[in-house]
């Protein structure tokens, strides 16, 4: 198993698309304010390289979609 300890956030255009999405196709309503505070809680983790909390922020996120967001998926 490896642990990447100096995790850096990809850089660019493409990268930031990546990043405003998460990585997955289930993107929030950018006008969610919830969403949108998860998500910027979690690239702040992954640039601190507090990789545990950016994970708990990833689970609370995913969770607020599949609870707030039944309608839009």
């Known amino acids: 198993m490896t642990v990447r300890t100096n995790y850096q956030p990809p850089q660019g255009t493409e990268a ?10 289930h993107t929030a309503a950018p006008a969610c304010a919830e969403c949108v505070r998860l998500e910027n809680e979690q690239y702040a983790a992954e640039r601190e390289g507090d990789l545990s909390r950016a994970v708990d922020c990833r689970v609370l996120l995913r969770r607020h979609r599949a609870d707030d967001h039944k309608a839009e998926q």
Do not use: D, F, R, Y
Not at 16 to 25: I, Y
């Open 16 to 25: 930031q698309t990546s990043a405003a999405t998460g990585g997955h196709p």
